[in-house]
């Protein structure tokens, strides 16, 4: 089905250990981004990706690795989990111009013991 | 650090009342604005996105209006259903027509029957 999956849907891990979140959009978008939710903050930006091959960090990127070999694809990794990264991720697409709307994955719920 | 402002954060109103809340962002470099509704458990999904100074826009019973001269946008809900409960988020775009959403922390509303 055409749309954007995160996996897993429902983590939890004990602090230390690496943790990679999968990200995957069907619909070929340039942009891809990851947030985290937190109570107070609303949702931040991690990382982000202009297109294959192209990263760069948002507000709040310490502690997290983002790839991009494939357009479709955008995983996260928790090097070395912390608890205070416990959160809701949500990875969103969108197309190449700011006119076009952003469309989220489903989130995943991490919880790092 | 840019700042998005929403409010109220939260409001309670009757089934069948007319609503609205307000999203304030700079109003220097202005490239778009997008506005999201976040059911809870759920992912965002896009409402509006408005570009030019002026802009209306409307999706059923809910309407959105951009002033970027003096930097705000107003949502407008009439005839509030229980259906409608849900937290508005408002983004402004930052960095130029190809850069990134700044999100504001949202207005939570809730619709009693």
């Known amino acids: 089905d055409a749309g ?20 995957h959009q069907t619909w070929s978008h340039s942009y891809m981004f990851w947030y985290r ?8 930006l991690i990382y982000y990706s202009a297109a294959a091959d192209i990263t760069d960090k948002g507000e709040v990127p310490d502690g997290y690795v983002v790839s991009r070999s494939k357009t479709e694809n955008f995983p996260l990794t928790l090097e070395s989990a912390t608890r205070s990264q ?11 111009n700011t006119i076009y709307e952003q469309y989220f994955g489903p989130g995943t719920r991490l919880t790092v013991t | 650090i840019l700042n998005v402002e929403q409010s109220p954060q939260s409001l309670h109103v009757q089934e069948g009342d007319s609503t609205n809340f307000t999203c304030s962002f700079p109003s220097s470099n202005f490239y778009a604005l997008h506005w999201y509704r976040w059911e809870t458990a759920k992912s965002p999904e896009a409402l509006f996105v408005m570009t030019l100074n002026g802009d209306e826009k409307k999706k059923g019973r809910i309407s959105a209006t951009l002033n970027t001269k003096e930097g705000y946008s107003y949502l407008y809900i009439k005839g509030s259903q229980p259906e409608d409960s849900a937290t508005y988020l408002c983004a402004f775009l930052y960095g130029g027509s190809q850069g990134n959403l700044i999100f504001g922390k949202g207005t939570k509303l809730s619709v009693k029957p």
């Open chain 1, 37 to 44: 939710q937190d109570l107070g903050h609303g949702l931040r």
């Open chain 1, 86 to 96: 416990t959160s809701v991720y949500f990875c969103a697409s969108r197309g190449g």
């Open chain 1, 4 to 23: 954007i999956t995160q996996s897993p849907r429902y983590k939890i891990t004990e602090t230390g250990r690496q943790v990679t979140l999968m990200c």
